[in-house]
């Protein structure tokens, strides 16, 4: 079974801190995407890597990072996490070609006070 | 107007009924389509993916792809109180599975 996991459930954090947020994948596979979903917009993608070391802006990339340095690890940064940044996040990963299964994380909740 | 849309629902079905979702996209280059669903509080779990014209069957889901009409939708039989969910459309536009996903139906199966 392919198995995505995510560092935390359920995150609060202050104005201004750095937040990091973890995913581990377990299928060795190349594809690793970042989306947050909010009420009434579905899920937007974030950023997304191809391979290690690299990285692609996706649809919403304003105010936050990524990082990939070992394949099954995908780290989403927000260098100063502000309150719109309140939402779900989720990670998910797929093997590389087209028509790929994305499979998800269980998803961290942010809450940014 | 959306790259891909969905009706946002409810969509209440009785038990045993069919429920039909539709969901439309913009992009005629588009390869690649997903159903997925996410329950209440869950992260989204792939039903159906489709990619060539016409119908394609899972047990108690059947998609159907239009792509000269440019949508997708997804046909439930003999819908269960468990089929609740919200209910997302997903398209790869190119090579590299990046996908764009519709706001989601949210459908309730009422006993």
């Known amino acids: 079974d392919v198995k995505v996991t995510q560092s935390s459930r359920y995150l609060v954090k202050r104005t201004g801190e750095k937040v990091f947020l973890e995913c581990v994948q377990d299928m060795d596979h190349e594809n690793m995407f970042w989306y947050r979903q909010d009420p009434g917009l579905g899920l937007r993608l974030i950023y997304f890597s191809y391979d290690v070391k690299m990285k692609e802006k996706g649809d919403i990339p304003e105010g936050y990072s990524v990082s990939r340095e070992k394949k099954e690890r995908f780290s989403l940064i927000l260098e100063s996490a502000s309150t719109n940044q309140t939402s779900m996040y989720l990670c998910?990963?797929?093997?590389?070609?087209?028509?790929?299964?994305?499979?998800f994380g269980p998803g961290t909740r942010l809450l940014v006070l | 107007q959306k790259e891909v849309e969905q009706n946002s629902g409810p969509l209440s079905v009785p038990e045993g009924a069919i429920a039909s979702l539709n969901c439309t996209y913009s992009d005629r280059g588009s390869q690649s389509f997903f159903w997925y669903r996410q329950y209440s509080g869950k992260s989204p779990e792939l039903i159906m993916s489709i990619y060539s014209n016409g119908d394609k069957e899972d047990g108690r889901f059947t998609a159907q792809l239009n792509k000269a009409s440019q949508y997708v939708s997804l046909l439930i039989r003999d819908s269960q109180p468990s089929d609740s969910a919200t209910y997302l459309c997903a398209v790869e536009k190119a090579a590299g599975n990046k996908l764009t996903f519709g706001g989601g139906t949210r459908v309730l199966v009422k006993p």
């Open positions: 998910a990963s797929s093997s590389p070609g087209q028509g790929r299964t994305q499979y």
